[in-house]
Each structure stands twice: as structure tokens, then as C-alpha cells.
């Protein structure tokens, strides 16, 4: 069996009866059997994380369980006052940060839901809009100026068309686009597949006639953010630090109960004394306060970078911003607007113009 060329390979005939399509474009019964068979044109995402499961994530501290612990052993040893100042402390932490971290989770989801794309395609020989979420593969879509592309398509026609296609490649030139088959036995990389044009890319120059040959996670951009929601978080620093911290303070205390509890037997008081009293040490040396601290200072950080009009949607995302010290990014397009400005003007050594102000024409 011959095996399928690329989609870039193929002339404007092959690629429309590769997949099913023709110039009049899809019935609405394809559309609606390529919906249950692609899915829709969503990029995949990370697991959403109910209410419950942030809320049960709050405990996933190691200080939270040592106090927690703390709490129970109070509790058997009737230590009521300690018990309730170790479970005030535990429930405010946990109260606290699941609200922070609540509010976070809605606002990423109500903005979700406030940004919507839109698609202009054909559909049994007329022209309709659709929400670029309900595109599928075999879709013939018009592109124009300011349009955001709904899913890797091959150009069927165009009229200087340009596209930016930064999100993709890095680069924040706009790329002039053709129709016309890339004759090539070896694999044409992305960058260089001048007939298409892929997912999330920007159109910045005149227009197109495009068919969509894949959507969703199929896409170059949906391969991308599937490998990104298959990555594991790894600890923050505050993390691997409050573990470290947590767990030679669990063996600190721990020495020192012990210690309490032999040199008591040894001087020969009652061991019920004496493990009392250990237990009293141990709660005692716990620091109640510091998760309920560490939590407050990360909310303020939180609220601090909201007001910066940046969203955080963890607490501990908050101090790993405090804790970056190298930042490798391609400055053009991601930290700069990618365009150049006239600073200053200088001929034979005297200043003609300065930014900001217009450059008059001089000879000399």
C-alpha cells in the first residue's frame, strides 16, 4: 500500500479528496460525524482541579501533617489547649489558601469563557460563522487580515497572504504564503511549509481560501500543549525547602522527646511522667504559626501580582516568581513588540532628531 504523502505535498485536488472535502465544502451531517469522530477543535489541557481536590491539596504540606499529628497526640494526652491552638492553626491555613487558590481557579475559567474565536467557513455552497471549536478536518475556511487561524490547513488559494506565525516558530516576521505543492522527497519542517498555515498563527496580511486538515490536539500547537499537560510540576523552592525544613525539625524534636523521655526513666521518675512530658516538649517545640505565616505572605504576593494584571492560579506559584534568578526566552515577539523605532538620528556627528520627535530630511 502506497503510503499517503504530506498534506504540503499534495496539489489542491489531492488534498480535497484526501479528506473528503470539495470547494462547496462539508453537509452539515460530515460536520457532524467528523465532531464524533475528531472531537472538537479544543487544545488539550492540563487536569482541572475540582473544588474538593484543591481543597484536599492544601494538606499536601509536610508541616500541615506534622501539626496534624501533633494534633491527634494532644488530643490523647488531653492537652486540650494545645490541641485547639494546633487545630485553629491548621484550619486557617487550609481555609485560607483554599480560598485564594478558589478564586484563582473561577477567574482562569470565567476568562476561558470570555475569550472566544470564530471561523468563517463553507458549508453545502454557503458561507456561515462558526465558533472555531465546532471546525473539522475536511472544513474549507476564508482567512483575512487580523484573523486567528482555527487549525493547521493547506492553502487552496490566496492574495498576498502573510501570517505570523511567532506562537509556532519564534519568529516575528510575517511569512508570505503560497498555494502551490512543495515538491520534496524529505520532510519539510514547519517553519518551511509555505502552503499551510497551522493553529493559533496570525494572519497579518490579505486573504485565503484554506482547508482544514487537522484540529485539536492533531494540530502542531495541540502537540505542543499535550506534551505541556503531560509534564509533572516539579516542588517549587519553598517547597523543597519547607520539606528539608520540616523534616529535620521532625527529627530534631524527636531526638529531643526521646531524650526527655530517658533521662526522666533514668533519674527514676514514672514513665506515665515522663512520657507526658515529652509529648508536652514535642507540641511545644512545633511552630503553629509559621505554615499560617508562609500562606499569608504568599496571598499578599498573589494580590500584589494581580494588581501587576497577572494572574497566579497556585499560591506557591507566587514565590517561585521571587525565586527565578535566569530567564532563556527569544526576547522578540515574547518580551518586545517586535517592531524597530527610530532613536536618534546622527550625520557627521551632529544629532538630527531624537525618539519620539520627527526626523526632517537634511543633506550635506
Known sequence: MQKQ??????????????????????????VDERLIENGQNVLPEGKKLSGRAIFISQFKN??????????????????????????????????????QEFKAQKAFTALKKIVTYTAFVKREGR????????????????????????????????????VNESTLTGESESVEKTNRAI????PVPVADQKNCVFTGTTVTEGTATVLVYATGANTEL?????????????????????????????????????????TGIWAGKPFKEMFLTSVAVAVAALPEGLVVTVTVI????????????ALVRKLVAAETLGSTTVMCIDKTGTITEGE???????TFGEKVGEWGSQVKEKSQ
Not at 71 to 88: T, Y
Not at 183 to 186: G, Q
Request: proline share 2%; charged share 25%.
Open 5 to 30: 504523502k504530506p498534506i504540503y505535498q499534495l496539489t489542491l485536488e489531492e488534498a480535497l479528496s484526501a479528506f473528503g472535502s470539495r470547494v462547496s465544502g462539508l453537509s452539515n451531517k460530515e
Open 62 to 99: 509536610s508541616l500541615i501533617v506534622i501539626l496534624i499529628v501533633a494534633l491527634f497526640i494532644s488530643i490523647a494526652v488531653k492537652e486540650l489547649s494545645d490541641a485547639i491552638i494546633i487545630g485553629l492553626a491548621v484550619i486557617t491555613n487550609v481555609i485560607f489558601g483554599f480560598i
Open 127 to 162: 458561507t456561515k460563522t462558526v465558533l472555531a471549536k465546532e471546525v473539522v478536518p475536511g472544513d474549507i475556511t476564508y482567512l483575512k487580515a487580523g484573523d486567528r487561524v482555527p487549525g493547521d490547513a493547506r492553502i487552496l488559494s490566496c492574495r498576498d497572504f502573510f
Open 183 to 186: 515538491a520534496s522527497n524529505d
Open 222 to 262: 495541540g502537540k505542543i500543549a499535550s506534551a505541556i499537560a503531560e509534564e509533572k510540576n516539579d516542588d517549587t523552592p519553598l517547597q523543597k525547602k519547607l520539606l528539608s525544613f520540616s523534616r529535620k525539625l521532625g527529627i530534631l524534636v524527636l531526638s529531643i522527646t526521646l531524650l526527655v523521655l530517658i
Open 298 to 309: 504568599l496571598a499578599v504576593g498573589m494580590q500584589r501580582i494581580l494588581q501587576k494584571k
Open 340 to 346: 524597530m523605532e527610530l532613536d536618534e538620528l546622527v
